[in-house]
């Protein structure tokens, strides 16, 4: 495997492949046909479930994004999420009138941290009183209450 160095760095590149999933590439482009607040919404649902699948690249950046570092450029070198895509999405909800203004670096922290707790730290969770052990109907369910709760706050009423 080499060195500690290589081994992380392949821990989080395999973990970034497994995020830049094609789902999760396709609903930051948007869907033809759905209303903003619907494209923001599944993107950011997508999102959360494909974090589920690999909570030790929410575990790195937890344990990295503490000092500035070389790993932790790494890691935002490397890091699949489009964020580009997800401000152009914001930026046309506030645009139509849809979406307070947010910084993305709030929303971005609110889903991936916030959020994405919810959905990797399971241990942490089942002391909280979620289920350790969740299906996919179970984590889908809980990726979309999340979300409902971000949109609710986003979404000019």
């Not at 999102?47 to 070389?70: A, H, I, M, R, Y």
Request: net charge negative; proline share 3%; charged share 20%.
């Amino acid at each position: 495997f080499g060195t500690k160095e290589q081994i992380w760095r392949k821990a989080v590149d395999h973990a970034c492949r497994q995020l830049g999933s094609p789902e999760v590439v396709s609903y930051l482009q948007g869907t033809a046909g759905a209303s903003i607040q619907e494209q923001l919404g599944q993107a950011l649902v997508t999102t959360l479930l494909e974090l589920s699948k690999c909570p030790q690249l929410l575990q790195l950046v937890n344990s990295e994004g503490f000092e500035d570092s070389e790993r932790l450029r790494y890691i935002f070198a490397n890091f699949p999420i489009d964020t580009a895509a997800l401000k152009n999405l914001l930026d046309k909800g506030v645009e139509q009138g849809v979406f307070k203004a947010i910084d993305l670096p709030v929303l971005f922290l609110l889903i991936m941290h916030g959020g994405g707790a919810v959905m990797c730290m399971r241990p942490l969770g089942s002391y909280i009183g979620l289920k350790a052990d969740r299906s996919q109907d179970d984590l889908h369910q809980q990726a979309r209450l999340i979300v409902d709760a971000l949109m609710n706050g986003l979404v000019i009423k």
